[in-house]
Structure formats: C-alpha cells, structure tokens
C-alpha cells in the first residue's frame, strides 16, 4: 500500500506563495507519474500539475504561470509551489503517486486564500 505524507498548506492573503511538499518513504522503486489534485467544496477533485519521470509537466490553465511543480527523484517527493494565489485557489489539496498498476493519494492539505 501506498502511504503518502503531506507537508505545508494553511492560511494565505491573496497575492501570496505557499509550498506543497508531498514523500513516500517506503518503496524501494521511483514512482512514474506525481501529482497534485484539488477539491473545493461543493466542486468535483480536478488535476492542478502533473509531473512525470522524465520531467514532462503539465498544468491545469487557471495556475498556468503561477505553480511549478518539481519532483526530487531520489527521494520520491514531489512538491508544488504556489505563487499570486488567488481566492478561487481554496481548495484541500492532495497529492497522487502511480506507477503501473499501483498508486496512492495523500491525506489532503487545506489551502485558504483569503484577506
């Protein structure tokens, strides 16, 4: 099983940076594809960043220009930087590992941006 631990989140004014650091420390492998999905309430979970083992990214188009996500393969950790955050940015932020047929997600992180 896959256990995933998350780091970071909380309280923000708009226009501020957080970081978003999500570990597995078990597995002995390098997982090929890392992630990062939101949930805001009342919303469906969707994909912010996607980052894959030969370093090909990609981004939901509202963070575009404003999140990087990044990965430390030795460790199997993937964080996520977060700048110019927004109001609509409010979400419970989790992270999502897979390689082949197994995969995991983090417990959730809640990002508040708010004045």
């Known amino acids: 099983q896959v256990q995933l631990v998350e780091s970071g989140g909380g309280l923000v004014q708009p226009g501020g940076s957080l970081r978003l650091s999500c570990t597995e420390s078990?597995?002995?492998?390098?997982?090929?594809?890392m992630a990062w999905y939101r949930q805001a309430p009342g919303k469906q979970r969707e994909l912010v960043a996607e980052?894959?083992?030969?370093?090909?990214?990609n981004y939901e188009d509202s963070v575009k220009g404003r999140f990087t996500i990044s990965r430390a393969n030795a460790e199997n950790t993937v964080s996520l930087q977060m700048n110019s955050l927004k109001p609509e940015d409010t979400a419970v932020y989790y992270c999502?590992?897979?390689?082949?047929?197994?995969?995991?997600w983090g417990q959730g992180l809640q990002v508040t941006v708010s004045s």
């Open positions: 980052i894959s083992s030969d370093g090909s990214k």
């Open positions: 078990e597995l002995a492998f390098k997982f090929n594809n």
């Open positions: 999502y590992f897979r390689h082949g047929p197994l995969d995991g």
